[in-house]
């Protein structure tokens, strides 16, 4: 298991207001929508997530970084666990073509409104629960996903990515170092149910028997 940092640069090049964020709509409100994964989640205002998720190319360096890495080659296969709108599939399918791209969200809304190239390899599904064979996946992904699952799913989703991959994995969450980045994730997030110390994570990390790589985002 190794710590590889493929996010931080896209997590940093967002701005956040962290006071503005819990004080300016009651955020108790904005995580009942949140959770809900639909519209006001991706394409809604600010307050309900993401306040409007499009394309716009920023996942190409993670899929450049990604497939050197894992050393992806056409006919690889790989699953995007909490794809979304299959952003990063799409980038991955055009560095490496060839690659046979797979995705899962829970989300609906996110897999009706997904990239239209990639549209038809999402599937809707749980990270529990993923529906595939074992060892079926050269790549599973997991970009910051896992923290959204309460810990009797969270073990049962790193379980099941074990189970369906069959050679790499790479997981990234949420987490936090010290006070001040614990104050700044409950602060920010919206539909987070694991809070975990990198320590913590490691603990999950071993207690599943993952043995993929992973990173986590900090809210510095």
């Known amino acids: 298991m190794s710590y ?7 997590h940093r090049s967002s701005r956040r207001d962290y006071l503005a964020r819990v004080c300016e709509f009651p955020k108790d409100q ?5 959770k809900q994964f639909g519209p006001e989640y991706w394409d809604g205002d600010r307050r309900y997530g993401y306040g409007g998720y499009h394309y716009d190319g ?5 899929a450049e970084a990604l497939a050197n890495q894992y050393r992806l080659q ?19 399918s055009q560095v490496v073509p060839g690659l046979l791209i797979c995705g899962i969200d829970i ?4 897999i009706l409104n997904a990239k239209e190239e990639v549209r038809s390899q999402l599937v809707n599904a749980s ?14 992904l997991s970009l910051n996903t896992l923290h959204n699952l309460r810990c009797f799913d969270l073990e049962q989703a790193l379980l099941e990515i074990g189970r369906v991959g ?18 700044n994730l409950l602060y920010w997030q919206l ?13 999950w990390f071993q207690r599943c028997q993952y043995t993929g790589d992973h990173s986590f985002i900090f809210f510095e």
Not at 30 to 34: E, I, K, Q, S, W
């Open 4 to 10: 590889i940092d493929f996010l931080s640069s896209l």
């Open 30 to 34: 904005a995580a009942v929508v949140a």
């Open 58 to 62: 920023r996942w190409r360096s993670v």
């Open 74 to 92: 056409p006919k690889h296969r790989v699953l995007d666990v909490g794809c979304g709108k299959g952003f990063l599939l799409y980038e991955l």
């Open 107 to 110: 989300s609906r809304y996110a």
């Open 127 to 140: 990270a529990p629960t993923l529906p595939f064979p074992d060892h079926t996946f050269d790549l599973v």
């Open 166 to 183: 069959r050679s790499h994995k790479y997981i990234c969450v949420e987490s936090y170092r010290n006070e001040v980045e614990k104050t």
């Open 191 to 203: 539909t987070c149910e694991s809070f975990y110390s990198p320590e913590e994570w490691s603990w």
